[in-house]
């Protein structure tokens, strides 16, 4: 996707000429729409997204452009309500809006749709068979543009775009940095729950252009991205053998890094993508190891009795969250990168697993588990814990690239339980399901896409 900015329509109402590229208009600094992205009382801000209009329907690979615009619409409508923070009208019963209306809003309809803010673009197909997707924010009270963004695309791209405007709106409307051109790898889950088929899956961060990645003959477990993108680490076991694979995303291949005769645990990325950080249990002890990405002999930076599981990388790379039952039951730890300094820092009721340290690195998410299984964050000093969830079963959190929201997985309970993959905010008021055509576990969020 080539990203085109800004784009400009042309200054006469009747023009109907492609978009050139030129200097926006100075931004009203004094608007004061935006969100709060802490608050808790549910004021979600009203956002029209009328349908993008084109210059002239034409098909493409991807369908008509008037269906196009429709589409994108919607997506950015979908993806600003999942924040929480937004409560967007339409596409659905709103005016249409004409080409040239894309950066000349007519600011008289909107008041009456109670909108605060307005949402207005264009989509337009070359001869080249690219298209020219444009996406304009407009405060309507103060009638001034606040951003626009825009992006010459492959047909097949156009939902990247529709959620590159969104990231756009979310950013200049929250103060907060975007999330939703992401990606999420999870386990598919099929059959009975004492036989379950696991497969490595993907999909957009709201769950579109889904793919399976790996064909359920062996069992894959603990997925998680590389900072590029490019790769997935993961478990897989052959033959009842736990063995760590890296997934080349780019070209579909999977190379072995780790096979060992020891049972290996939760293997991820160091922020740098330089080194591989797991869990291994040797002689009835586990213990957390990192070794280099490509491979090579792992180093143990763990020796204390017991089951010392799920490290986390702190985003600087410098140190590493992890469970412990030194204590006698599963806690939370912090130690520097090559073990040193291991400090408790969970000391409430119940125990902790599975801990992910915020790409902001102001928060570790994690698993409370005590009367349940609930998702929680806690500050790296152990201060500030808050519990998100209520479910019956909620673990494995997840976060996003921005380190506002968190991805988990909801088992149901019961012999015919389900799991599935949820989200809920920071404030812990937005929660919702995440659509998948199977039932979906340990949940993976990869960086903002490239």
Wanted: aromatic letters at 8%; one cysteine or more.
């Amino acid at each position: 996707m080539r990203l085109l900015l800004p784009l400009l329509l042309a200054a006469s109402a009747q023009a109907q000429t492609p978009p050139p590229v030129a200097a926006p208009p100075p931004v009203d600094a004094g608007s004061g729409l935006s969100v709060d992205v802490t608050d808790t009382r549910g004021d979600d801000l009203r956002i029209a997204v009328p349908a993008l209009a084109t210059d002239a329907v034409r098909q493409t690979e991807a369908g008509p452009t008037d269906a196009l615009g429709r589409q994108i619409a919607d997506v950015i409508a979908s993806d600003l309500r999942g924040s929480g923070l937004f409560r967007p009208i339409g596409p659905g019963g709103l005016p249409a809006i004409a080409f040239a209306e894309a950066n000349a809003p007519n600011f008289a309809v909107w008041p009456g749709t109670g909108a605060e803010a307005l949402v207005q673009g264009f989509v337009r197909a070359g001869g080249d068979g690219q298209l020219t997707i444009g996406c304009y924010l407009y405060d309507v009270n103060l009638r001034t543009e606040l951003k626009r963004t825009g992006f010459v695309v492959g047909p097949r791209d156009w939902r990247r775009a529709a959620h590159k405007c969104a990231d756009m709106i979310y950013s200049r409307l929250s103060g907060e940095s975007p999330f939703f051109d992401s990606r999420i790898a999870y386990i598919a889950e099929t059959g009975p729950k004492d036989a379950r088929i696991k497969r490595l899956a993907i999909m957009d961060s709201d769950g579109a252009n889904h793919r399976f990645i790996t064909n359920g003959q062996n069992l894959v477990l603990t997925p998680r991205f590389s900072p590029d993108y490019k790769s997935i680490v993961y478990v897989s076991y052959q033959g009842r053998r736990p063995r760590v694979f890296v997934y080349d995303v780019g070209t579909g291949t999977q190379r072995l890094v780790l096979d060992s005769p020891n049972q290996v645990i939760a293997p991820r990325f160091s922020p740098d993508g330089r080194l591989l950080l797991f869990s291994m249990s040797v002689g009835g002890n586990t213990d957390i190891y990192k070794m280099p990405a490509g491979g090579g002999t792992p180093v143990r930076l763990t020796t204390s009795p017991g089951i010392d599981v799920g490290g986390s990388f702190s985003p600087d790379g410098r140190r590493i969250v992890f469970e412990s039952d030194r204590s006698g039951k599963q806690q939370l730890y912090v130690m520097d990168a090559d073990g040193s300094n291991q400090q408790r820092i969970s000391f409430g009721g119940g125990s902790y697993a599975t801990p992910e340290w915020s790409p902001r690195g102001d928060l570790i998410a994690f698993t409370r588990i005590g009367g349940g299984f609930r998702i929680g964050v806690i500050s790296p000093s152990g201060n500030g814990e808050r519990l998100l969830t209520d479910g019956w079963q909620d673990e494995a959190p997840t976060w996003s690239p921005n380190g506002r929201v968190i991805q988990f997985f909801r088992t149901t309970p019961g012999r015919s339980g389900r799991s599935a993959v949820w989200q809920v905010d920071l404030t812990g008021r937005n929660l919702r399901k995440i659509p998948t055509p199977v039932d979906g576990s340990d949940p993976t969020w990869g960086p903002l896409l490239p």
